[in-house]
């Protein structure tokens, strides 16, 4: 079984920063992508960032120079700083990554249950 356990959203100002973390626990061989979307109310959920196991990352544009995806592979944690935020960065964010479980050897997609930023303007 694995679980991941996100964290670190809340309520701060335009141009305010936040660190979101990540934490994939359980039975897990490797990981491969990790990464973060996000989902506004009445919006589809969106892919902000994502790193794989080699380090090259992808952004979404509307966070490029903002935003900044990093992870510690002997941790098994992702993170997302997040900089300059503006209220359209307002939004549920979840963390998912792709993990081989021990056992079965199975690859599969996993998800957080999401926590919520919210930006005032």
């Known amino acids: 079984q694995v679980q991941l356990v996100d964290s670190g959203g809340g309520l701060v100002q335009a141009g305010g920063s936040l660190r979101l973390s990540c934490a994939a626990s359980g039975s897990i061989s490797s990981i491969n992508v990790m990464g973060w979307y996000r989902q506004a109310p009445g919006k589809q959920r969106e892919l902000v960032a994502r790193?794989?196991?080699?380090?090259?990352?992808n952004y979404a544009d509307s966070v490029k120079g903002r935003f900044t995806i990093s992870r510690t592979n002997a941790r098994n944690t992702v993170y997302l700083q997040m900089n300059s935020l503006k209220p359209e960065d307002t939004a549920v964010y979840y963390c998912t990554a792709s993990i081989r479980t021990t056992g079965s050897g199975s690859w599969g997609d996993y998800w957080g249950q999401g926590t919520q930023v919210t930006v005032s303007s």
């Open positions: 790193i794989i196991s080699g380090g090259n990352t």
